[in-house]
């Protein structure tokens, strides 16, 4: 098996005293609808051995699932423009910065939970604390995504919002395809390890040490995939065509 590495990201890394390979998986353009287990079976089946960790986007169980929202349906209100308007951009996007966003924060949250967080946040920044308004608002609004075209156009129409079940997920895909499995909310600010497959021997400590760098990458690579594998003795690096 040939390993590939995102540009700018290290190929293996040391996480409790063992090294692993992160070895990106690359796909077509995934849209709303597909099925996860196909997609699973056509890009992951044909390299997968016995141990390896397979680290799945939730962004693309999201979009299977159909766990999207339009901008035609998004009506954005008083409260979501003057919110957004505090919201300072980070490396990771606007997140709620956009007012879209900020809409569908409000939507999912609710108005007096999301005013209490942005005061907690207020508060609590000129003590240097960071990301107090997603802990308070809740992980439902953390992992929202999309309504921003910048790596692809399809998603400045749509927001994607978390998956459903994670849990149940992973457990398919190791039930029908013997494929160990983590569905992972990573980005380059941090990582959060949304749910494992019963087999996976790691534990969501290790492996957001290993994602720690979000080795799928954060623009256009259309790498939902990170196949985990202890090694010995690293690989040679082997980079994706730009």
Known sequence: MEYYVNPNKQLTVVAGGETF?????????????ERYLDIVRRYVLPVYQKGDVLSISEKIIALCQGRV?????????????????????????FSVGNPLKM???IQLAGL????????????????????????????DVNGLDGFYGGAYPEYEQMGILNPAGPERVC???????????????????GVNILARSPGVPFSEEILCQ?????????????????????????????????
Not at 127 to 133: D, I, M, Q, S
Not at 212 to 239: H, M, W
């Open 21 to 33: 390979i992160r070895s990106a998986i690359k796909t077509h353009f995934i849209g709303v609808g």
């Open 69 to 93: 929202i339009y901008r035609k349906d998004v009506r954005v209100g008083f409260w979501a423009r003057l919110l957004a308007r505090f919201v300072l951009k980070t490396p990771a996007g």
């Open 103 to 105: 809409q569908v924060a």
């Open 112 to 139: 007096p939970r999301v005013l209490f967080a942005a005061f907690c946040s207020a508060v609590t920044k000129p003590f240097g604390l960071r990301g107090v308004f997603y802990r308070v608002v809740g992980h």
């Open 171 to 189: 457990a398919e895909i190791e039930r029908e395809l013997g494929v160990l499995c983590a569905i992972a909310d990573a980005n380059d600010l």
């Open 210 to 242: 290993i994602l720690r760098d979000n080795p799928a990458g954060q623009d256009n690579q259309q790498t939902p995939f990170i196949l985990i594998r202890k090694s010995a003795v690293p690989p040679e690096n082997k980079r994706h065509d730009q």
